[in-house]
């Protein structure tokens, strides 16, 4: 016959949600809304990229470097990346 270990506390199904987290996150995790805040929200982030594109368009020819803020000097890519920045 085989036993059971003692039971543990259940985990919940969504643990992040149980945690502190950003509103907007934590909305998004708690599922399906209205249609009409959907709109709402799609709009907002449209308006988001917008501003941001406005914005790029007055700045003259640059290079975006995206990744992580903090690498060691003595990575290859770092001295490569280097000359660009």
Do not use: K, N
């Amino acid at each position: 016959m085989t036993t059971l270990p003692d039971s543990a506390p259940p985990t919940p199904i969504v643990p992040w949600l149980e945690g502190p987290g950003h509103p907007d996150i934590r909305e998004w995790l708690a599922g399906p809304r209205s249609r009409r805040s959907e709109l709402a929200r799609l709009a907002r982030i449209f308006a988001e990229f917008l501003r941001g594109f406005r914005a790029r368009q007055c700045v003259a020819p640059c290079v975006t470097m995206v990744g992580p803020a903090r690498v060691a000097a003595d990575v290859p890519q770092y001295t490569l990346a280097r000359p660009i920045g």
